[in-house]
């Protein structure tokens, strides 16, 4: 891979890093919470499964069809401040404000009322939600044009949003806490209320601090207003079209919703296992090692993969370290037979290893836990007594590389593909429709996924009525929980193998558009 100097103009600052991985940390949070909350909405406001279920998709399909539209809007805007950052300033504050309503809840109104103001304000927050999230994937998209600066930019980012995912598992242990909240109602509105200003807080920060492409060469941008929406709309379908012509952006794409998805089906099923494989049903014996469990997973992905990802696609380039990244990943998901397994973490906690790790975090918790109580942080201790399952942490590491480097790799790539829209089919630049349609392929694979992961429980016998399960279906569970992201991830090899895009053609792109610019 070439050795070449970036450009100073080129170079993102650590400032803005900071401020766009603090705009990434908000745009986890937010949905992270959401997606916890949704629970109780069962527990805590007597919602039948059914309508919960409505509410969680049917929002789903209107903020699959509005990221476009805002991408488009973000394309085209004009303004002394630029294109996207008013969108984030704006969107970011009115997220937090209708996260925070939406979870206004009465639990004493009739199941009615809680259904149509829920989904109002669902409907109202994705609206805000899109407003900040889709310029602010363009943003990252024209904040660099440099081909290595740009993994860079994107590692940080992720990074930071993995710091999302290593605090919401922890919202489930903290309102079902009856010490801490007698009623989870009251959990629900409060902590929405901490999670709606913070996010506020750090959704503003890019619009602050970080800076985009110069507009002042961007022609050809179409009118936005409210007596061109039929134009706009035509405008949107044409681009989109274009859009998928793009080659390597259609093998983004792909890959992604393969990757991503198949991790999706599963993603709950870990949850599952623990709980009725290794504890048999027992919610109290398994306590807090399902959420330890997402957050050392979002620690390990956020400190060390993301890292080594980026180390080596600088290395490799980015085809390959999306390969080399994805292939490890599979062989953590085979690794999860042997880290999921009762008899061997049995064995392990009898051998010196295992008795010294249980010893070592007992007395770790015995020395902070009377501080964890002092204010209110019980919950947060691990019970060794009972035996713990350290083998289940062995395959986080590789698992880790699959997502870790996904998003990481797949930006990146994503903003050299713009690059060769704008090649190929001139101004404006649509960062923000590619980036829209980028995330639109993961709403729709979500939601897929959600209805696959039901799919696969009802085919493997699981039954949510029964305080334990047989053996037959955890084991078909098991198995499924390997076998399926594996393939997915094979699959997404397989896509990627033959793509195009080198740093050679990206480079070669580059000096391509600053010529056509008169750029010096």
């Not at 109002?120 to 998209?141: D, K, M, W």
């Not at 409210?226 to 012509?245: A, M, N, T």
């Not at 469990?293 to 993301?306: H, Q």
């Not at 979500?446 to 009525?465: E, H, P, R, T, W």
Request: some cysteine; hydrophobic content about 50%; proline content about 4%.
């Amino acid at each position: 891979m070439s050795k070449q100097m970036i450009n100073k103009k080129d170079s993102v600052p650590f400032v803005q890093k900071m401020a766009f991985g603090s705009g990434h940390l908000a745009l986890n949070l937010l949905p992270g919470a959401l997606g916890f909350f949704m629970f109780f909405l069962l527990t805590a406001f007597g919602m039948d499964p059914l309508l919960a279920g409505i509410l969680g998709g049917l929002p789903r399909i209107y903020d699959a069809i509005s990221d476009p539209v805002m991408g488009f809007i973000s394309d085209n805007t004009q303004s002394r401040f630029g294109r996207r950052r008013p969108y984030i300033f704006a969107g970011a504050i009115l997220s937090g404000i209708f996260f925070i309503l939406l979870w206004q809840l009465d639990p004493a109104a009739s199941q009615n009322y809680n259904f149509w103001y829920f989904l109002i304000f669902s409907l109202l927050f994705l609206t805000a939600n899109t407003i900040y999230a889709t310029p602010l994937v363009g943003l990252g998209y024209e904040m660099t044009s440099d081909y290595n600066e740009r993994t860079r930019l994107m590692s940080f980012a992720n990074s930071a949003g993995q710091i999302a995912w290593m605090i919401v598992p922890w919202f489930w242990v903290i309102i079902a806490d009856k010490s801490i909240y007698a009623d989870q109602a009251d959990g629900v509105h409060e902590m929405s209320v901490i999670v709606g200003i913070i996010c506020a807080g750090l959704g503003i920060l890019p619009a602050i601090f970080c800076r985009g492409i110069d507009t002042s060469h961007i022609e050809n941008r179409k009118n936005v207003s409210l007596r061109s929406v039929g134009s706009i709309f035509k405008d949107l379908f044409d681009g989109i079209k274009e859009v998928f012509k793009n080659q390597p952006f259609v093998k983004v794409c792909g890959a992604t919703f393969l990757v991503f998805n198949g991790f999706q089906i599963v993603a709950a099923f870990s949850f599952y296992i623990i709980v009725f494989s290794m504890y048999n049903g027992n919610y109290g014996a398994a306590g807090t090692w399902p959420a330890w469990f997402s957050t050392i997973t979002a620690v390990l992905t956020a400190f060390l993969v993301i890292p080594i990802v980026s180390w080596m696609a600088n290395k490799w380039g980015k085809r390959k370290a999306f390969i080399v990244s994805t292939a490890i990943s599979i062989v953590g998901y085979v690794l999860k037979w042997w880290g999921f397994d009762t008899d061997l973490n049995n064995r392990f906690n009898a051998t010196r290893l295992g008795q010294w790790m249980n010893d070592a975090v007992a007395a770790v918790f015995n020395f902070i836990n009377p501080f964890l109580e002092s204010v209110g942080m019980s919950w947060f201790s691990i019970d060794t007594s009972q035996g713990s399952p350290w083998l289940i942490f062995f395959p986080i590491p590789l698992i880790a590389f699959g997502l870790g480097g996904l998003f990481t790799l797949m930006m990146s790539m994503t903003a050299d593909v713009c690059d060769l829209d704008e090649l190929k089919n001139g101004m404006p630049r649509k960062e923000g429709t590619f980036g829209a349609v980028y995330w639109w392929m993961v709403k729709l694979g979500q939601g897929l996924a959600l209805i696959l992961g039901g799919v696969v429980l009802k085919l493997v016998g699981f039954d949510q009525n029964a305080a334990t399960q047989t053996v037959e279906t955890m084991n078909q569970l098991r198995i499924a929980d390997i076998l399926i992201p594996s393939l997915t991830a094979g699959l997404a090899i397989v896509v990627m193998w033959k793509y195009s895009l080198s740093e050679d053609r990206a480079r070669e792109i580059k000096h391509q558009l600053i010529e056509r610019r008169g750029e010096l």
